[in-house]
């Protein structure tokens, strides 16, 4: 009797404890396209118990649009700078509790500073990646029609009379109105920063004038297009690039990528995780964060991405190629040439949106 109550308690207890009746732990997230190491996220949820539903996107002002309109049920986001510095002031995230981050202690002093331009106190995001806007092309096609000048300038792209040599073989350009106005602005010996609108305009008529020989205006399928031969120059960012040229290596198809920091120099951008005020679970949020911060968590993610991350501490985990590619992990010189931006004001944001939208429709 005593046993069989002792069995018929085991059983209670096990169906208790059974998953079909634990409660089921879920993180969202929402990150930009090829921008992670993706056996890292069955890796947490092994450990942690957390399913991860992951979505992508590859335009801030997707992801923009989708939290000003609320309730995405996002518990995880990653802004870049000047968009992460509005939906701040938005009242968007919630402030970050330090101390349930402890792989914190890790994090790049250097770039955290800098993410603090847009998160004043670095309150409510930690840097996840950092990196360049610059030329992305296929070294023999360009070669071919350019001849033996070397890219490194962006007279490639604004110059008319170069554009439209490599224009036969594709050309794309980011669909990102603030990397490519400020990149004009920097050309045209302009405030990359600046706000007024006739300099906005100066830019977005110099993109105009080469739009005829732009194939398309977007964000992330100038990887694959690179890596097999569908485009030979795009204006892309950086740890993209050499993602194509490891597809391109990896198909052995012979296309051989590279990327430049035009020397008239570049946007430098950084991006953030932030956790939505609305959050459905936010201790899941935390959990990933802290994990993503881990050295090695956050080297796998370099070395898979080519990106450069916020964590110095991993650092020294990061493949020696990734590490030592000055595109990627700028040296002093490199970074000399780099600038940051603010973001538009409500009014500018009009104008760029207005001027963008007659840049890509070519009207
Ligand atoms: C990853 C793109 C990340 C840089 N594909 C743009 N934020």
Not at 51 to 73: F, P, Q
Not at 199 to 212: C, E, G, M, Y
Request: glycine letters at 6%.
């Amino acid at each position: 009797m005593l046993k069989r109550m002792f069995g018929f308690c085991l059983v209670g207890l096990g169906l208790f404890v059974s998953p079909a009746f634990a409660q089921e732990r879920i993180l969202n997230v929402y990150n930009w396209t090829d921008y992670i190491d993706t056996k890292l996220l069955e890796e947490f949820t092994r450990e942690t118990g957390i399913k991860i539903v992951y979505d992508t996107y590859d335009s801030n002002e997707m992801l923009e649009a989708k939290l000003l309109a609320g309730n995405t049920g996002y518990d995880i986001v990653v802004p870049s700078g000047t968009f992460l510095q509005r939906q701040i002031q938005a009242g968007i995230f919630q402030q970050l509790d330090v101390h349930k981050l402890p792989n914190a202690k890790g994090i790049w002093q250097e770039v955290a500073a800098r993410l603090a331009v847009y998160d004043p106190g670095n309150k409510y995001a930690v840097t996840y990646m950092w990196y360049t806007t610059g030329l992305s092309y296929n070294i023999d096609k360009v070669a071919q029609r350019l001849g033996v000048m070397p890219i490194d300038t962006w007279d490639i792209v604004f110059k008319p009379e170069l554009i439209k040599k490599i224009a036969d073989c594709g050309v794309y350009f980011l669909d990102s109105p603030e990397d490519l106005i400020s990149v004009a602005l920097r050309y045209l010996g302009l405030n990359p920063d600046s706000k007024k609108p006739d300099d906005i305009r100066k830019a977005t008529s110099l993109i105009a004038q080469v739009r005829p020989y732009v194939k398309k205006f977007h964000s992330s399928e100038y990887i694959n297009a690179l890596a097999n031969g569908d485009i030979c120059l795009a204006i892309g960012w950086a740890g993209d690039t050499f993602q194509a040229r490891t597809r391109a290596e990896d198909a052995k198809n012979g296309i051989k990528i590279n990327y430049t920091i035009p020397k008239e120099g570049t946007l430098m951008t950084f991006d953030a995780f932030a956790i939505p005020k609305d959050a459905p679970h936010v201790s899941e949020a935390y959990r990933f964060i802290d994990f993503m911060l881990r050295p090695q968590v956050a080297a796998r993610n370099s070395s898979i991405t080519n990106y450069a991350n916020g964590v110095i501490d991993s650092k020294p985990f990061v493949e020696k190629s990734v590490l030592e590619n000055p595109a990627i992990y700028p040296d002093e010189g490199t970074m000399a040439r780099l600038f940051t931006i603010t973001p538009y004001d409500a009014q500018t944001q009009r104008l760029v949106t207005r001027e963008w939208t007659r840049v890509k429709t070519g009207k």
